[in-house]
C-alpha cells in the first residue's frame, strides 16, 4: 500500500560551515527519498533554544502541513528525552527543552507525545553528540514517509513529563506597557513582545507619537504603517508580519542605533500627540 509522503520542515542552529545539515538532509533522502523538505533555517544562534522557538512559531503558519524536524539540543548527550509530537498540524521532532511546545500550542496542542526510545527509530552510532543524524532525522523520516506510526517510535508520555517553554508576556502598568525584545533579524530590525492590543488597552493608536524607554534612555517615536513613513535615518515603532510590534530604522540598524538585543526590556508610553508624517 502506498503511503502519502509528507514534507518535513527542517530548523536548527547547525549554520552551514559545517556538513551537519547536508548529512540530515541525507538521512532525510535516504529514508524519506519522496519527502520535500524545506530548510526554515539554520542560523539560530547556538544552543540558542528560545529563539529557535520563536522562529519556529513565527514560521508554522506559512509551512505546509507534515513534519516539523528541530535541532537546536544544548542538552545533547544528557538525560532529556527525544520527542515526537502528534498535532492536528502534523508532527513534531525535536528535543524535550521546551523549543517545540509554543508552536505546538499555536497549532491547537499535542494529542499524542512519545520518547524516540526504539533503537529501530535510530541510525546506530558511536557517540552521543549528533542525534539530529542518529535520532531526530530518522524519526522525521519515518513519520513523514508512513513507515512509522508515531507510537512505533516509542513509549508515550504526559504533558507533566516534558519541559514547557513559557515566554514572557508583556506588563501593563497604568499608560505604560513593558515587554521586551524577541528577536532582532538580520536587518537590525526589533521584534518585541507587545503586540498592538496591548497598546490600544492604554489608548494608543496608529499614528500616535510613542515615548520609548530602553534602559534609562528614553526616544520619542512614531507608531507608524511602514518605513516609508519616516525619513531616512529615524526611527519607526510599527506591526510587523508576525503580527507584533517591532522598533525599526528606516535605512538603518535599530538594534545598534537604540542599544536593543534580544531580552532587553522595552517600555511604550503614548505621548498624547500624532505623528505629522
Known amino acids: 500500500m502506498a503511503h502519502n509522503t509528507l514534507p518535513i520542515s527542517f530548523l536548527s542552529d547547525f549554520g552551514h560551515a559545517d556538513e551537519f545539515v547536508g548529512v540530515v538532509h541525507g538521512v532525510l533522502a535516504k529514508l524519506a527519498p519522496e519527502s520535500r523538505v524545506i530548510d526554515v533555517g539554520h542560523g539560530t544562534p547556538r544552543g540558542d533554544v528560545k529563539a529557535a522557538a520563536l522562529s519556529l512559531t513565527r514560521a508554522i503558519q506559512y509551512l505546509p502541513e507534515g513534519v516539523a524536524l528541530v535541532v537546536v539540543d544544548p542538552g545533547v548527550g544528557s538525560d532529556r528525552k527525544a520527542l515526537a509530537l502528534e498535532t492536528d498540524w502534523g508532527f513534531f521532532v525535536g528535543p524535550d527543552n521546551g523549543v517545540l511546545s509554543p508552536a505546538v500550542a499555536m497549532v491547537g496542542g499535542a494529542r499524542v507525545m512519545v520518547s524516540i526510545d526504539n533503537p529501530e527509530a535510530r541510525i546506530p552510532s558511536p557517540g552521543e553528540t549528533f542525534h539530529g543524524r542518529d535520532v531526530f532525522a530518522p524519526a522525521a523520516a519515518l513519520l513523514a514517509s508512513g513507515e512509522a506510526a508515531i507510537q512505533d ?3 508515550e508520555v504526559g504533558p507533566d513529563e516534558v519541559q514547557p517553554m513559557l515566554l514572557p508576556l508583556p506588563e ?5 506597557v513593558t515587554g521586551e525584545a524577541w528577536w532582532v533579524d ?11 492590543d496591548d497598546l490600544a488597552a492604554v489608548g494608543v493608536s496608529p499614528g500616535s507619537l510613542l515615548t520609548m ?3 534609562a534612555t528614553l526616544h520619542t517615536i512614531p507608531w507608524a504603517a511602514t518605513y516609508s513613513d519616516v525619513e531616512p535615518g529615524e526611527a519607526l515603532v510599527h506591526v510587523d508580519s508576525a503580527g507584533l510590534i517591532a522598533i525599526a530604522i528606516r535605512e538603518g540598524a535599530a538594534d545598534e542605533e537604540l542599544n536593543l538585543s534580544a531580552g532587553v526590556a522595552v517600555t511604550l508610553a503614548g505621548t498624547g500627540s500624532t505623528s505629522t508624517g
Request: hydrophobic fraction near 25%; aromatic fraction near 4%.
Open 153 to 155: 517510535l516509542g513509549p
Open 172 to 176: 501593563t502598568q497604568g499608560s505604560l
Open 186 to 196: 538580520r536587518f537590525g530590525n526589533v521584534q518585541t513582545n507587545i503586540g498592538p
Open 213 to 215: 524607554k530602553v534602559g
